[in-house]
């Protein structure tokens, strides 16, 4: 397996939220043309579609949803994790 | 947070599982001093030192092995889930985008690749009908497909017709009691069916040869469409002259309801080519879809 982009995986979380590239772009503060690049490049990684894009709107395919709720739980955790930390 | 944040621990995690940054590297197929420096990044963010450097590898701070503990089991779900999701094809899957012109689909595209389809059922395979010659890579295609080799320098170009020629066809009503033109120059004096390009560029002029003397010729015509095939729907309906792919008419050249004409001014040209940018790793998908196109001089 290639090397798994925490980046793009993170990218393609806040797209599955927010059913919107371009909220998400804005929200993640890049431009949706990049946004969309990363997430496809993820995907041809996976090999499996994570969205279906249609003119109006964004939906998450089963596999999309698969990664959604496996992964986004632990990015999550992490984050928490890293709150923790002890700074001296 | 920063988007490199996960990253940089997932490569820390990485070098503490080693037990050294140079096996880490390996592992991670980087160079150790761009692991080494996205080490130093992450300690810089966190404010505190990871490792201890010792001679022979690394140990964990306390902190470092602190965060190790916590974060070594969250990494390891996220793989497995991962990993998961692509067992879920041990076959060729992913996605492969082409654009090309409608003849192209129709002729060779669709034709081959439906074979392939069948037998993978996890390859996706989206193809985009466009006149228009695009940059592939912006608007996110894998490959195009244009006539000849020519590209740019960081494409690879791919063979995937035979060479090809245009003819100039008319109905047979629509030649009674009309001479046949001789020359291109001729044309003007007839209806010709127009093809327009791309959405904003002009009509295709006609491109002709003779003695080694190329000329394109601007036709006159009542009609203009923007694909081959509505073109093709006019000339058999009798509405005027047009230049088309040969193997597209000839069948009814053959049964003599298309009378072609200025066949000797009618170039041959190179072929239709797939090209696609020059990766060092095309996914297996993108692979496939490029040796099956490929085209071979033994019919298959």
Not at chain 1, 34 to 58: F, P
Not at chain 2, 108 to 134: A, C, D, G, R
Not at chain 2, 171 to 179: A, D, Q, T, V
Request: contains cysteine; proline residues 4%; glycine residues 6%.
């Amino acid at each position: 397996m290639k090397k798994i982009s925490f980046t793009a995986v993170r990218y393609f979380l806040v797209v599955a939220e927010e059913r919107s590239f371009k909220r998400a772009a804005a929200q993640l503060g890049i431009s949706s043309s990049a946004l969309s690049h990363s997430i496809q490049s993820l995907e041809d990684d996976l090999g499996i579609r994570l969205l279906t894009r249609t003119t109006r709107s964004v939906s998450v395919t089963q596999a999309g949803l698969l990664l959604k709720d496996n992964v986004g739980r632990h990015i999550e955790n992490i984050d928490a994790i890293l709150k923790k930390f002890p700074h001296d | 947070m920063s988007q490199d944040l996960h990253n940089d621990l997932y490569d820390f995690i990485a070098v503490l599982r080693a037990g050294s940054l140079t096996k880490a590297a390996a592992e991670l197929r980087v160079s150790q001093p761009t692991l080494s420096a996205k080490i130093k990044r992450l300690e810089d963010k966190l404010g505190a030192s990871l490792f201890i450097r010792k001679s022979r590898g690394v140990e964990p701070t306390e902190k470092g092995s602190w965060l190790f503990e916590q974060l070594s089991g969250e990494y390891d779900a996220i793989e497995t889930a991962m990993r998961k999701l692509t067992d879920m094809q041990e076959e060729v899957n992913g996605v492969v985008r082409i654009t090309a012109i409608d003849y192209a689909i129709k002729t060779i595209i669709w034709p081959k690749l439906k074979e392939i389809v069948k037998h993978h059922p996890k390859l996706q395979i989206e193809i985009n009908n466009e006149y228009e010659s695009v940059d592939i890579v912006s608007r996110n295609f894998d490959a195009g497909v244009r006539f000849g080799e020519e590209v740019a320098l960081d494409m690879i170009s791919v063979r995937i017709g035979p060479d090809m020629q245009n003819v100039v066809v008319g109905s047979k009503e629509y030649f009674e009691n009309k001479k046949i033109p001789f020359s291109p120059y001729d044309l003007a004096d007839y209806q010709c069916v127009n093809l327009r390009t791309s959405t904003y560029g002009g009509l295709y002029e006609w491109e002709f040869e003779k003695e080694g003397k190329s000329i394109q010729i601007a036709v006159n015509g009542s009609i203009i469409f923007n694909n081959a095939y509505d073109v093709f729907e006019a000339v058999k309906a009798g509405y005027g002259l047009a230049f088309l792919p040969e193997d597209m008419v000839q069948p009814m050249i053959e049964t003599g309801e298309l009378i072609s004409v200025l066949k000797d001014w009618c170039p041959l040209w190179p072929g239709l080519h797939l090209y696609y940018p020059n990766r060092r790793n095309p996914s297996r998908a993108m692979n496939l879809v490029v040796d099956t196109l490929r085209y071979s001089k033994e019919p298959s």
